[in-house]
C-alpha cells in the first residue's frame, strides 16, 4: 500500500498540517491500495506564502531562462513515463491504451508553451502605445482526477511561461499519480516556491485558494457545480478565473456520411476513458431514416467493446473511477428507463465477471428526446443517447439545445457542408470527422461548459496581464 504522507511547500517535501487521512480505493477490486494524508488551510496560506514569495524574482526571469525550466520539467516528467501511466490505470481504472495517450497529452502541455515562448511577443505595440504583458501572479490550480497529470503539466507549464508561480491543488483521488509527477517535478530543479502542491479537500485547500488576496487567478478543470463555487468565491478579490467544466457534447451525424467510419468513431468518441471524459460525445444526432440501419451498426460495435481490466492492452472500457462514480452511473440508466428511453444495448448491472469492480455495461438509449435529463445532463460514464433529426437545421437546434457549449462533432463527407453547420454551433471546440486533438488549438466552453481558454496563445495570455505604457 503507497502511503502518501506529505505535501510539496517551497521546492521541499514537507509533513502537513492537516491530519485527515483519505484512502485510495482500487476500483477494480475495491482493496486499499494507498493512504494519503491530506493539508489543511495552514498547508495552503504556507504554500501560498512560497510562491508569492518566489513571483517576486521568478516573474522577472527571462524567456530564454523559462523555456530551460521547461525543458527540464519535460525531461524529468518523460523519465517517469512509466510509473505515471501505471498510476494512471491502478489509482483510477483509466484503460491502458486511454491512459498512454493521455501521458502524451502531459508532454504536449509542456512542450507546446517552449515553442510558443519561441516566438510569442511579450511587448508588442498597439497603436503608438508599448503595451508589457506582464504574468499575471500566484495562480491556484485545481485539477479533477480524470487525466490528472495532463491537466497538472499543462496548467504549470503555462504559469512557468509567463512567469507566473503556483499552488496546485489536485484531486484528493489522484493522490499516487501527483505523488510520482510531484517526485518528476522536484527533479526538474526549478526554483523554491514556483510550484507547490497541496492535497487537500476541495472545500478546505480548494476554497482558500478561491479566496486568499494573494492568488490572481484560478484555473480550475471540473465540474461545473464546483466552477461556479469558485467563481462566486473568487470575485470578493477579483480574481482573474479559467474554469474547464462539464460537457454534453452532440455528434451529428449527416446524412451523407460514410456510416462504416461514423459509428465506430461515434462509439469511441462516447465512451473514451470509460465516458469519464468532458468532451465525450454523448449524444449521437442521426437522420430519423437512418435509425434503423445505425441500431444494427451500433449494436455490432459495442458488442466488439472490451470491458475489462485497465492494464489489458486490449480493454477499451475500464471500471469507473468511484464506487460513488458507479451508483451515479447506475442512476442515470435507470433514469432513462423511467423517462421513457430504450435500451439498444448494455443496462443495469455489471458485466460478467467483473462484479468486484465498479465496472458499467456500456449502454446506448434510443427513443431519447432532448429534453430527458439523460440528454441534459452529464453522466460521466459510458452512457450513449441517440437523438433523431429531420433536417440538418434541426440537428444543429437539438445540438445547441443544452447549458453546456465543451465540444461538438461532426461526420459527413461533404465538408463544406460540415463547415457550415460547425460555424452554428454552440461549442469551444468543433471536430469535423473522427477524434482530433491540437495542443496549440484554444480549449475551452461555451456556456456553463467554462469560461476562457487553455492551450496555444490565448492559453498563455489568459496567465498574462496588459500593460500599456504611453509616453
Ligand atoms: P469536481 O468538480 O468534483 O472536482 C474538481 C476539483 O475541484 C477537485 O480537486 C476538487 O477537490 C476541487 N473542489 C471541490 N470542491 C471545491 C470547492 N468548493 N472549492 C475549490 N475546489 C473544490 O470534479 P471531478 O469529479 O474531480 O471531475 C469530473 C468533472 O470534471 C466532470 O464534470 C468533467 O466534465 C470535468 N472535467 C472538465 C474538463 C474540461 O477540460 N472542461 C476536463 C476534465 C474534467
Not at 484503460?95 to 501521458?103: G, K, R, T
Not at 508561480?165 to 510531484?182: C, D, F, G, H, W
Amino acid at each position: 500500500m503507497k502511503i502518501i504522507d506529505k505535501v510539496y511547500i517551497n521546492g521541499e517535501f514537507v509533513t502537513p498540517q492537516g491530519k485527515s487521512v483519505f484512502d485510495l480505493v482500487s476500483p477494480v477490486n475495491q482493496e486499499i491500495i494507498g493512504r494519503v494524508t491530506l493539508g489543511n488551510k495552514t498547508d495552503a496560506v504556507n504554500a501560498i506564502n512560497a510562491a508569492k514569495e518566489a513571483f517576486k524574482t521568478f516573474s522577472k526571469t527571462s524567456v530564454e531562462q523559462r523555456i530551460q525550466y521547461l525543458q527540464q520539467m519535460l525531461e524529468a516528467v518523460k523519465e517517469r513515463a512509466h510509473d505515471l501511466i501505471e498510476a494512471m490505470v491502478k489509482e483510477y481504472g483509466g484503460p491502458l491504451q486511454f491512459s498512454s495517450a493521455s501521458f502524451q497529452n502531459a508532454l504536449n502541455g509542456i512542450q507546446t508553451n517552449i515553442d510558443l515562448l519561441k516566438t510569442y511577443n511579450f511587448s508588442p505595440i498597439y497603436g503608438n502605445t508599448m503595451v508589457q504583458m506582464t504574468p499575471v501572479g500566484v495562480v491556484g490550480i485545481i485539477t479533477p482526477w480524470n487525466a490528472s497529470n495532463g491537466f497538472i503539466c499543462s496548467k504549470l507549464a503555462t504559469a512557468i511561461a509567463a512567469g507566473c508561480t503556483a499552488v496546485i491543488k489536485p484531486s484528493e483521488m489522484s493522490a499516487i499519480q501527483t505523488q510520482i509527477l510531484t517526485e518528476c517535478l522536484d527533479h526538474a530543479n526549478l526554483p523554491k516556491g514556483v510550484f507547490n502542491i497541496v492535497n487537500g479537500y476541495g472545500n478546505e485547500v480548494g476554497t482558500e485558494l478561491a479566496t486568499n488576496a494573494a492568488i490572481a487567478k484560478i484555473s480550475f478543470t471540473g465540474s461545473t457545480v464546483v466552477g461556479k463555487t469558485i467563481a462566486h468565491e473568487g470575485a470578493a478579490t477579483v480574481k482573474r478565473i479559467t474554469l474547464e467544466m462539464g460537457g454534453k457534447s452532440p455528434n451529428i451525424i449527416m446524412p451523407d456520411a460514410i456510416l462504416s467510419e461514423a459509428i465506430p468513431n461515434a462509439i469511441a468518441a462516447a465512451f473514451m476513458n470509460s465516458g469519464q471524459a468532458c468532451i465525450a460525445a454523448t449524444r449521437l444526432l442521426i437522420h430519423e431514416n437512418q435509425l434503423e440501419t445505425i441500431k444494427n451498426l451500433i449494436k455490432e460495435n459495442v458488442q466488439q467493446l472490451t470491458v475489462g481490466l485497465p492494464w489489458e492492452a486490449d480493454t477499451n472500457i475500464g471500471p469507473m473511477v468511484s464506487k460513488k462514480q458507479y451508483q451515479k452511473v447506475q442512476d442515470y440508466i435507470q433514469l432513462g428507463i423511467d423517462e421513457g428511453a430504450e435500451i439498444l444495448i448494455g443496462g443495469l448491472g455489471q458485466p460478467k465477471g467483473l462484479e468486484e469492480g465498479n465496472f458499467v455495461k456500456p449502454t446506448v438509449f434510443i427513443n431519447v428526446t432532448n429534453s430527458m435529463r439523460i440528454a441534459q445532463e452529464e453522466i460521466f460514464g459510458p452512457v450513449l443517447c441517440i437523438i433523431t433529426y429531420k433536417t440538418l437545421n434541426e440537428a444543429i437546434q437539438i445540438a445547441n439545445d443544452t447549458s453546456y457549449g465543451l465540444s461538438a462533432y461532426i461526420q459527413g463527407t461533404d465538408e463544406e457542408k460540415a463547415k457550415q453547420i460547425a460555424c452554428e454551433l454552440e461549442a469551444g471546440r468543433i471536430v469535423i470527422n473522427g477524434f482530433k486533438h491540437d495542443p496549440m488549438a484554444p480549449f475551452g466552453g461555451f456556456k456553463q461548459s467554462g469560461i476562457g481558454r487553455e492551450f496555444g496563445i490565448l492559453g498563455l495570455q489568459s496567465y498574462l496581464e496588459p500593460k500599456a505604457i504611453l509616453i
